[in-house]
């Protein structure tokens, strides 16, 4: 099935399973509730504005507090190695893969592995579904969306491109969910 952008409902595999604004709004037990002992964290536009090396004092708290309640974090970026390897200095020494080629699920499978949990009881937390949500849903991990902090200024076309995309695909998957619904 297709609708006028051309978005193919192939992408079963792109819904989140949780949705929240910002990663500052998911609490600790929010992530117990979930079976979480480890976070995956996206970089651009989910705990840094996109493109920048500036740690916001909010997530770097937030960082600290899931830490504090034993639940491990690690960074899964698309970004440059270098990029991620001082963001997680800031973060306070924590753990990276990048450049972690999302959608592709190796990354994901490679941190589980890094920090000794399951796929199961590790979320992936990203602003975008056809990399950080399918990466995390075809990995069998605990897929989380947050709204992304700011509107892309680098790549400013191609982001606009890929926001319609997802707002296309969510419509459409919630009308297909509702027409289950009704023939159910
Ligand atoms: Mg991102």
């Given at each position: ?17 949780y949705q929240f604004r910002r990663i500052t709004d998911i609490?600790?037990?929010d ?94 937390i ?18 989380i969306r947050v709204e ?37």
């Open positions: 099935m297709t609708d006028k952008g051309g978005i193919k409902m192939k992408y079963t595999n792109a819904y989140p399973k609490t600790v037990e992530l117990q509730k979930m079976g979480a002992k480890a976070v995956a964290v996206d970089l651009d536009n989910t705990t840094v504005i996109d493109s920048s090396y500036k740690l916001p004092e909010e997530t770097r708290k937030w960082i600290d507090t899931v830490r504090s309640a034993g639940i491990q974090v690690i960074i899964i970026s698309n970004t440059i190695f270098t990029r991620a390897w001082y963001l997680g200095k800031k973060m306070g020494d924590i753990p990276f893969i990048a450049p972690a080629h999302k959608p592709h699920t190796k990354a994901i499978r490679k941190a589980a592995k890094m920090l000794g949990v399951e796929l199961e009881n590790l979320a992936m990203g602003d975008q579904l056809f990399t950080d949500v399918i990466s995390a849903n075809k990995a069998g991990a605990i897929s992304p902090m700011k509107k892309e200024k680098l790549f400013a076309g191609h982001f606009k491109k890929v926001r319609a995309r997802e707002r296309e695909y969510m419509k459409q998957y919630h009308n297909e969910k509702n027409k289950e619904k009704c023939t159910a």
